[in-house]
């Protein structure tokens, strides 16, 4: 079956840098996103991985190995904001989107 | 409209009702998604359409169906609502679905609750 595996939740420090990992098992892969969605709101998209390596936007970089099936979501400088949940998914064979459930990221003053 | 719209925001139903949630984007995208999501797990495929004129299966389309008359609307009815059909429903758009890198944007959701 296909597998997408996050860890539940998280806390960190405003103003300190944090990772939060994803391994993934699909059938095919076609690229691995990362969303972003605040509490009672819509996924909002983030990142995007196709190739091994590191994308970096501003504060959030993104890091693929699709030899590992892994991939992590960094974020620096941390601000209250960034309180929300990430969303691992991988576009499988098919083209479709398979989701994670999500990391809750709990910033801490 | 900017973007992607839901209609409605939040509703009761009771058990045995038809209900369709509406969806409509003015991006001209021609892919668009249903997907249900329940706390603790990821969001679920109910439905897909490619492209107006098609749609398709998705992880969890027993009780759903969907239509595609044109590019902008893409409802998503539920024949006779059961209580495990509670949940956040969001409707999603992209450009395509295969091309590399083309993001699904959000609607904002319907929370639907089926008593």
């Known amino acids: 079956g296909q597998n997408i595996d996050q860890p539940t939740e998280m806390t960190a420090t405003e103003g300190a840098i944090v990772q939060i990992n994803c391994t993934y098992q699909t059938s095919g892969f076609n690229g691995l996103f990362w969303y972003q969605q605040h509490a009672g709101e819509a996924p909002t998209f983030l990142s995007y991985?196709?190739l091994d390596g590191l994308e970096e936007k501003g504060r959030f970089s993104s890091f693929l190995s699709r030899s590992k099936g892994y991939s992590y979501l960094l974020l620096k400088e941390l601000q209250m904001k960034d309180s929300a949940s990430y969303l691992c998914a991988v576009r499988d064979s098919n083209y479709q989107l398979i989701w994670g459930a999500g990391t809750k990221l709990i910033i801490k003053p | 409209i900017a973007g992607i719209t839901q209609a409605p925001t939040s509703q009761i139903l009771a058990a045995g009702r038809r209900m369709t949630l509406r969806c409509t984007q003015d991006?001209?995208?021609?892919?668009m998604y249903w997907y249900r999501q329940d706390l603790g797990l990821g969001l679920r495929l109910i439905h897909y359409s490619n492209t107006a004129g098609t749609t398709g299966k998705g992880e969890v389309p027993d009780g759903y169906s969907v239509s595609r008359a044109n590019t902008d609307d893409f409802p998503l009815t539920l024949a006779s609502a059961v209580p495990s059909q509670t949940s956040v429903y969001f409707c999603?758009?992209?450009?395509?679905?295969?091309?590399?890198?083309?993001?699904?944007?959000f609607g904002p959701g319907t929370r639907l609750t089926v008593l």
């Open positions: 991985n196709v």
């Open positions: 999603a758009s992209s450009e395509d679905n295969h091309s590399p890198g083309n993001e699904q944007f």
């Open positions: 991006m001209r995208h021609n892919a």
